[in-house]
């Protein structure tokens, strides 16, 4: 729901939602750990994900010359 919410305040607008049960192919949970990754490639995402999609939104509607 953070995810949502963020791209909710990126775009101004709240979002039309329809919460099902689990669908097949669905993870119920997952746990993501880049620190494997962060120590061979040298490199640590700095961005927060509301930053992050509020620069993609952004983005977008600049790439297709949508109206804000």
Do not use: C, H, S
């Amino acid at each position: 729901m953070d995810f949502i919410a963020a791209i909710e305040t990126a775009l101004g607008r709240e979002a039309e939602k329809e919460f099902l049960p689990l669908q097949a192919g669905d993870v119920p949970a997952t746990y993501a750990d880049i620190e494997a990754l962060a120590d061979y490639v040298g490199y640590r995402p700095g961005t927060d994900i509301n930053a992050g999609i509020q620069n993609f939104v952004d983005w977008y509607r600049d790439y297709y010359r949508q109206p804000r």
